[in-house]
């Protein structure tokens, strides 16, 4: 009868060692591919889906669409992963062609004599009125970002990152590509130099204003231009989340009560054991 209850105690300890094991998301590694470095294998990614997932939900001149072409505002999904030991988000644009691309030669900042003949506009450095905005706020319904992250289309705007990448405070009653109120310096985090995707971090997430991760977030996301004529633009509506996954994860202190609590178990089963094999 030992036996069986010797199995138990290691099970118990198995069991007590294995949710020590940090719960926390990885740090991402940026390559500028979403779909590799925020992969759905990896628990810790929320994934954001665009309205349906089709790539020809923005409007594009048709002989773009003839010749195969996905101009580089389609958003396929958008992909988050926060890091709480460092308090750091990793955001993921995942974009169909090659994000900024307008004219879809999957060269962002160079477009083709074709477009440039047809009226089409397309600035290197996501430039002039072009934005890719990432909206971040509470978790509630009809809600709206408190702060906002990317390239805005407002370089008056403009943050002090690359192509002007800001993290800043979201101006209420403003669209989204044009919405960077006051930078938040001390959560200014960093734009990946190279797509085809559009990756950056936001540092001291927590901290940011209208964020309370016990209670879940809302995201929402914008990429488009106003100017560039033959290409419409793409966005996200205010989505929410609940929990994000690695706050809900206990504490320290937490885990270790727990590794006693299931090890004293263990114990105490084994004993009551034994006192009922001398009896």
């Known amino acids: 009868m030992i036996r069986p209850m010797r199995q138990v105690m290691i099970l118990s300890l198995v069991w007590a060692g294995m949710v020590q094991v940090p719960a926390f998301a990885d740090v991402i590694n940026f390559t500028g591919d979403v779909e590799n470095d925020f992969a759905l294998t990896n628990q810790s990614v929320i ?18 669409t003839d010749q195969g072409k996905i101009n580089g505002w ?4 958008l992909r988050l992963s926060y890091d709480k030991t460092s308090d750091t988000m ?6 169909f062609g090659v994000a900024g691309d307008v004219d879809g030669n999957s060269v962002a900042g160079t477009s083709t004599d074709q477009f440039k003949a047809s009226g089409g506009l397309e600035l290197p450095n996501i430039g002039g009125r072009s934005s890719i ?10 809600g709206s970002p408190s702060v906002v992250a990317g390239i805005s289309g407002d370089k008056s705007q403009a943050g002090t990152g690359l192509n002007g990448f800001s993290v800043a405070a979201a101006i209420p009653g403003q669209p989204l590509g044009m919405n960077y109120g006051q930078a938040l310096t001390a959560n200014q985090g960093t734009l990946y130099s190279s797509g085809p995707d559009f990756e950056f971090t936001i540092k001291n997430f927590s901290t940011l204003p209208g964020i309370n ?5 809302g995201v929402n996301a914008y990429a488009g231009s106003p100017d560039d004529i033959l290409v419409g633009e793409d966005s996200i509506p205010y989505y929410t989340i609940g929990k994000v996954s690695p706050i809900i994860v206990p504490e320290p202190a937490t885990i270790l009560a727990w590794t006693f609590g299931v090890a004293a178990i263990g114990l105490h089963a084994r004993r009551r054991t ?6």
Not at 90 to 95: A, K
């Open 47 to 64: 994934r954001v889906l665009d309205f349906n997932g089709q790539t020809g939900d923005v409007a594009q001149a048709q002989w773009m």
């Open 74 to 77: 389609n958003i396929k999904d």
């Open 90 to 95: 990793f955001v993921g644009g995942n974009f």
């Open 133 to 142: 905005s990432i909206g971040f706020g509470p978790n509630a319904t009809n």
């Open 213 to 217: 991760l016990a209670n879940g977030i």
């Open 274 to 279: 034994r006192a009922a094999n001398r009896s």
